[in-house]
């Protein structure tokens, strides 16, 4: 194998592909390796760690075909130091990978490519097109709320729905929770080849893989068969498992009706919610809100006999009456911070049902979180 290209061209290639490289749990040592293939006019890098492959196609110029597999993350660091605009040659001599610049040449050892394990191809029949921008912004809304632990294995994922809108549109409708709050956020798109509604489960890993390797141009394409996914973005394929499991049905604990209702400037509101946080107590982060309807004015407020108190009065809204509940103030700060928009709405029916938030200016957005109940 021989080749050659500029910096730029490869290395961020190698840096997605080397997150994924040396993340599984099995012991084998190719699974630390990215594999590299050379071939006419295209150079392909993959790595996998048996739940989830990335393989990535970029242009090089190519003298000779072959393939090696090398560490990644040596390999990734040392090609990070090179200049950007530097030519760098590859060739392979047995398992070595040797790296030559104008002053600098260098050699690593590789491991045999047949031990590198297949990545499973997806038969590209049913397909989903999506718009980038908007995929990127419904996994930013959603995902950060999915559990990370994977003691409930159906919550450690994602829940994507696909259904059929109209005869021109389908909706995908993206769900995550992890038992104390949840978020879900409503697409459309006019691209799919399914006449069938489908739920499917994907790993939170997976969908933090792909939120990183797309921006805000293009087009994503979604590819299902029975066991797996596809996402294609550019010249960027990440394939993964999907959970089996069944995923709970959250619209039931969503209330459909609310006593109080207050509509909020998201700034100052997450300001004060930040600046409470300092007086909860460990382990608990309660924090405080009170809504009087009389007064259009919610007081937030802590407490810790160790540390202190804190009160802040914020000018709002509020349609009907007043009440009182209490939440996390991490569940508060991440719901705020993803939310889209200037201006949000706080729905609640007691202190001991979830409460829900909203953005104004987007409809397709909710995000639920359950209260800290008082004894």
Not at 263 to 277: D, M, T, V, W
Not at 297 to 305: A, H, K
Not at 358 to 363: A, V
Request: aromatic share 8%.
């Amino acid at each position: 194998m021989k080749f050659s290209l500029i910096q730029k061209n490869i290395i961020n290639a190698l840096n997605h592909c080397s997150k994924i490289a040396g993340t599984s749990k099995s012991a084998l040592p190719i699974l630390n390796n990215i594999l590299i293939i050379a071939e006419k006019g295209t150079l392909r890098i993959s790595a996998t760690n048996l739940e989830i492959a990335i393989e990535i196609k970029i242009r090089a110029k190519i003298e000779e075909k072959g393939r090696i597999t090398i560490p990644a993350q040596l390999f990734t660091n040392y090609i990070n130091l090179i200049p950007s605009n530097a030519v760098i040659n590859f060739k392979t001599i047995k398992q070595d990978l040797i790296i030559t610049t104008t002053n600098e040449k260098s050699a690593i050892k590789g491991i045999d490519p047949d031990e590198f394990p297949i990545i499973p191809k997806i038969e590209q029949k049913e397909k989903y097109i999506i718009d980038a921008k908007i995929f990127k912004n419904a996994l930013e809304e959603t995902i950060f709320s999915i559990s990370i632990t994977e003691s409930r294995i159906e919550l450690s994922g994602a829940l994507f729905s696909f259904n059929k809108n109209s005869d021109k549109e389908q909706k995908l409708v993206i769900v995550g929770t992890d038992s104390y709050r949840l978020a879900e956020k409503k697409i459309l798109f006019k691209q799919g080849d399914s006449q069938e509604s489908k739920d499917i489960i994907i790993p939170v890993k997976t969908l933090q893989e792909v939120l990183r390797v797309i921006d805000d141009n293009d087009k994503v394409e979604i590819y299902l068969s029975k066991n797996q996914i596809l996402f294609t973005y550019k010249d960027i394929e990440i394939i993964s498992r999907i959970i089996s499991g069944e995923f709970p049905d959250y619209k039931t604990i969503i209330p459909d009706k609310f006593n109080t209702k207050a509509i909020i400037s998201k700034a100052p509101f997450l300001r004060a919610i930040k600046r409470s946080s300092f007086f909860v107590k460990f382990g608990i982060n309660d924090i405080s809100l009170k809504f009087l309807s009389k007064k259009n004015e919610i007081v937030i407020s802590s407490l810790n006999n160790q540390v202190g108190e804190n009160q802040i009065s914020i000018p709002v809204e509020i349609i009907g009456k007043t009440n009182e509940i209490v939440f996390n103030y991490r569940y508060l700060i991440d719901g705020l911070t993803n939310i889209k928009g200037d201006k949000i709405s706080i729905e609640m029916v007691d202190d001991s049902s979830p409460g829900l938030i909203k953005s104004i200016d987007d409809e397709s957005y909710l995000y639920l979180i359950m209260p800290i109940k008082n004894n």
